[in-house]
């Protein structure tokens, strides 16, 4: 009897093992849930920039009013040359595209200099929501626009969209691991050439610029589903994973200027029950004095004022020499050339935006150097026209993408490595006004300079 009464305990033992559920390995979670954020941060960089770059591609088009009438849903993929101004060799418009680029980002401007002010009292959900309806919105307004006032009213809502939805995502990486920042540059990048090839593509396959807009009002669904639904709630942990050596290697530059205090936990963010993202208590790293934030800010020079610079001189060519940069011995149209030249130049910010893990720059301002040769390179090419093929643009167009492109994502993951953990959140809302301001400047500057090439005989 002892013998089969434990037989019976031996036979329910093992069909418990069968049935019941094998506990997940920690191992295991941790590395699904880093998966799921990395991918998340990924999508949201994509989205994010996605309203702001179809705007730019679409600045020809929506200053030369080159889009079907009534309910026509195809227009010609080769309209022919209309010259605005025929006294000039440049075919211009009568408004500089740079008057896209403004509105596209003076509203990203302010946002990025009020933002480390108070902003960050604003839990993100709200935050989040505002950007998606924005970006949709813009869509919408540019699709039904009339008039170039209008378009311009819906460009400044993808501004919003684009300047806030940074402001909060770059924030929003100091409370996840670090390789987060490398996952939002690349999706930044990823923004940048599928949002203009695909409105090249659309546009170029005879669909109108009005139904173009309309078929990308899922890239804001998108954001929206990828930030409440596909992030995890942030838990504490060690941010800086195979870096760490690195970072434990050198002094952290903004920690040895900042004014001694008591060290902070590693995370002190207030983790919800939802799965929503985290809304910041009292106690968050975004809770430093004045003297504290002019500091860090004070820290941060060294990366922003070389940001600054590769910004201005890429943003004075893409919205102020592209447009001048007119070849008539090809096949492609103005507005093709345009758009030609936008696509290749996301496509160079693409590659070098998700290169960190095989090529890493500490010295940024070597690419803004680089950047300001390319500028004065393209600049005498539009005075002298002594370029042959628009090819040989083609090329110099994707150079000066894959320089700016390196010089975001190298920035950014620097200023991670260097900041303290109570520092990250400020130092990442401060530090993207870089990008902004630089292309703020450059668009002030290409107005004029538009008005003077154009009306040269």
């Not at 670090?178 to 396959?205: C, E, K, N």
């Not at 173009?212 to 995890?232: D, E, I, K, Q």
């Not at 838990?235 to 002094?251: K, Y």
Request: proline residues 7%; glycine residues 8%; hydrophobic residues 45%.
């Amino acid at each position: 009897m002892g013998g089969c009464a434990g037989s019976r305990r031996r036979l329910l033992d093992s069909e418990g093992e069968e049935t019941a559920p094998e506990p997940r390995s920690p191992l295991l979670d941790r590395q699904g849930a880093l998966w799921r954020n990395v991918m998340g941060f990924w999508l949201l960089g994509l989205c994010n920039n996605f309203s702001y770059v179809v705007m730019l591609s679409a600045a020809h088009d929506i200053l030369s009013h080159q889009r079907a009438s009534g309910n026509q849903s195809h227009v010609n993929p080769d309209p022919p040359l209309t010259p605005h101004n025929s006294s000039s060799r440049f075919d211009c418009n009568s408004v500089s595209t740079a008057a896209v680029l403004l509105a596209d980002i003076l509203p990203t401007l302010v946002i990025k200099l009020l933002a480390p002010l108070g902003l960050h009292l604003l839990p993100y959900s709200p935050r989040v929501l505002v950007s998606g309806i924005c970006a949709a919105g813009s869509f919408l307004l540019v699709a039904f626009s009339h008039s170039v006032g209008t378009s311009l009213c819906g460009v400044v809502l993808a501004s919003i969209s684009s300047g806030l939805g940074e402001v909060t995502f770059l924030s929003l990486t100091a409370f996840y691991p670090r390789a987060v920042i490398s996952w939002w540059s690349s999706g930044t990048g990823g923004a940048g050439l599928l949002g203009a090839l695909s409105y090249l593509g659309l546009t170029q396959a005879g669909l109108s610029p009005q139904h173009t807009l309309l078929s990308m009002l899922g890239v804001p669904a998108l954001l929206l589903a990828s930030y409440f639904c596909l992030l995890t709630p942030p838990e504490p942990q060690d941010p800086g994973g195979e870096e760490e050596a690195e970072t434990s290697a050198r002094q952290p530059l903004i920690d040895s200027e900042a004014p001694e205090s008591k060290p902070a936990p590693l995370c002190r963010v207030h983790v919800p029950a939802s799965p929503a993202l985290p809304s910041l208590p009292a106690d968050s790293k975004s809770n430093l004095s004045l003297l504290e934030r002019w500091t860090v800010f004070k820290g941060l020079l060294p990366y922003i004022v070389p940001l600054v610079v590769v910004y201005f001189a890429e943003y004075f060519i893409n919205q102020g020499l592209f447009e001048l940069l007119f070849f008539r011995n090809t096949s492609l149209s103005h507005a093709q050339q345009y758009r030609w030249y936008q696509m290749l130049y996301q496509a160079g910010v693409f590659v070098s935006r998700s290169s960190l893990r095989c090529c890493r720059i500490r010295f940024t301002w070597v690419l803004a150097l680089l950047q300001c040769l390319n500028l004065a390179f393209l600049l005498v090419d539009v005075w002298l026209s002594f370029l042959p093929s628009i090819y040989l643009v083609f090329l110099v167009v994707l150079y000066e993408g894959l320089l700016g492109g390196a010089a975001y994502v190298n920035t950014f993951h620097q200023i991670a490595l260097e900041t303290s953990d109570e520092h990250r959140e400020f130092a990442m809302a401060a530090a993207c006004i870089s990008d902004t301001f630089g292309i703020s400047l450059s668009g002030l500057l290409a107005l004029p300079l538009h008005d003077f090439l154009c009306n040269l005989s």
